[in-house]
């Protein structure tokens, strides 16, 4: 995890010098957190990191996909410690918004109850993902 976050701020940099732009967006956050595991195309990688398009967790009801990307599931690392409530809503309003999926966006409201109740499903998967 701290591999992950410490390129994930190098892009954040990168991104910033770039263009200038103060706040990731969704589109950015999915790049820098999700995309070497689910990829830029959102299909994934058979057998290893499911699709995301067309993903009835990721479309479906807004505790459900909050929760796994807030408290990790199997090889999925948890994410509560990285990412804001308001960061894990615009990354899923994102992968909700794209690639032909169509659902409604989610909000820090909606993942902040979820955050408070739910906890890290497997401690280990953040060290051992890669
Ligand atoms: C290290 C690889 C890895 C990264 C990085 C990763 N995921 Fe995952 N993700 C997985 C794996 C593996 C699963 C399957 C977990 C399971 O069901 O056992 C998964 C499952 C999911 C699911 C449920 C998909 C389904 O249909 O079952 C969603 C939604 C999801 N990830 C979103 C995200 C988001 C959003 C991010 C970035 C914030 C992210 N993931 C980052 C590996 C990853």
Same mark, same amino acid.
């Given at each position: 995890? =701290?591999?992950?976050?410490?390129? @994930? /701020? !190098?892009?954040?940099?990168? &991104? $910033? #010098?770039?263009?200038? +732009? %103060? *706040?990731?967006?969704?589109?950015?956050?999915?790049?820098?957190?999700?995309?070497?595991?689910?990829?830029?195309?959102?299909?994934? =990688?058979?057998?290893?990191?499911? @699709? /995301? !398009?067309?993903?009835?967790? &990721? $479309? #479906?009801?807004?505790? +459900? %996909? *909050?929760?796994?990307?807030?408290?990790?599931?199997?090889?999925?690392?948890?994410?509560?410690?990285?990412?804001?409530?308001?960061? =894990?809503?615009?990354?899923?309003?994102?992968?909700?918004?794209?690639?032909?999926?169509?659902?409604?966006?989610?909000? %820090? *409201?909606?993942?902040?109850?979820?955050?408070?109740?739910?906890?890290?499903?497997?401690?280990?998967?953040?060290?051992?993902?890669?």
């Amino acid at each position: 995890m =701290i591999r992950m976050r410490t390129l @994930a /701020l !190098a892009f954040a940099g990168l &991104a $910033l #010098g770039a263009s200038g +732009a %103060a *706040a990731a967006d969704g589109r950015q956050l999915f790049l820098d957190n999700c995309s070497a595991c689910h990829q830029v195309t959102g299909k994934g =990688i058979p057998g290893a990191f499911p @699709a /995301l !398009a067309g993903s009835k967790v &990721a $479309l #479906g009801p807004a505790p +459900a %996909a *909050a929760s796994i990307v807030l408290n990790g599931k199997g090889g999925m690392p948890a994410f509560r410690d990285d990412l804001s409530d308001a960061d =894990i809503a615009a990354v899923l309003s994102y992968v909700r918004t794209a690639w032909g999926n169509k659902a409604p966006p989610l909000t %820090a *409201a909606l993942v902040n109850p979820v955050r408070r109740t739910g906890k890290r499903e497997n401690p280990k998967a953040a060290l051992t993902a890669h």
